[in-house]
C-alpha cells in the first residue's frame, strides 16, 4: 500500500482560528501522517482559541484513527496583513486584542519559528479576508478592494518570501483557493474573486521563483464550498452548497476531509513532481458548463 508519510516533518498551518474551516482538518490529516503540527492564529482571535482548545471543544475533530486526539507542538498570533512592525498602525498596537500580543507580523513569526525550530518543511496559508465581501465589485471601495488583496493574495508572497530560508530544501506550500477566480459567482464581492485570480497566478510565477531560490514547491487547491465561520460573512453560503450538491456531478456535500486528504498528497513527497498546479477539490463542479437544475432546461 502506497502511504502518505510525513514523519519527522514540521509543518506550519497558517489561518486555523476553530475547526470549521479547512486549515484544522489539514491540520489534523497531515498529524495522522506524522508530521508535528505548528499553528498560526489570527491574532485577535489567540485567547478564544486556546481556551476552547484547552476546555475540549475541539476534542472530537481531534480524534484520530487510533482514537487520540492530535495536538499542535506550538501555536503563534499572526496577522498577515503586517509584514514588519513597522506596517502596523497605532490604533492597531494599542487594540486590547493586540496589546497583550507580541510579534505577530509575518517577518516576526518566521524569525520566532526559526529561533524555536531552526527549519520547517511545510506551510500551508488558509487566510482569506475582504472587509467589503457583501459588496458587489462594482461598488467596493478601492481601501476594500485593497485590503481583501492584501490579506488575501499579497500574504502568501510574503509567506514565502519571509519563510523560504527556514523551509528546508524539496519541502512544500500549499494555499486555497476558489473557482470565482475564473468563473462568475453573484454575490462573491469585495474583490475576493481578484484575491483568488491573484492568488492562483502568483502560485504560478512563485513555483518557479521560489524552487529557484528556495528549492521549494508550491501548489493549491480549488476547493467547493464549505459551511465554515468565513464563509458565513458571504452571507449566502447555504445557496453555495446547495447549488453545488445540485449541479456538480458527484451530487454531494463537500466534506473537508477531503479537501485535507489532497493537502496532504500534494504536500507529500507523493507529489515531487507537481508545482505551479490549482487542484480542484469541489465534487467536479467546475467541469459543468450547465446548471442541471436550471429552468431554463427543465421540461
Sequence with gaps: ML???LRGKKAFIVGIADDMGFGFPIAKTLAEAGAEIIIGTWTPLVNIFETSWKNKKFDESRKLKDGSLFDYIKLYPIDAAFDTLDDVPNDIRENKRYKSQQGYTISEVAEKIKSDFGQIDIIVHCLANSPEI???LIETSRKGYLAAMSASAYSFISLISHFG??????GSALALTYIASTRVIPGYGGGMSSAKAALESDIRT???EAYEKFKIRLNCISAG???SRAAKAIGMIDDMIKYSKSNSPLKKELQAKEVANTAAFLLSDLASA???ETVFVDNGLNAMGMATDSESIKK
Design 206 to 208: 512563485l513555483s518557479f
Design 225 to 227: 464550498p464549505l459551511k
Design 274 to 276: 507537481i508545482t505551479g
Design 134 to 136: 457583501t459588496k458587489p
Design 165 to 170: 530560508p527556514i523551509i528546508k530544501e524539496n
Design 3 to 5: 502511504n502518505i508519510d
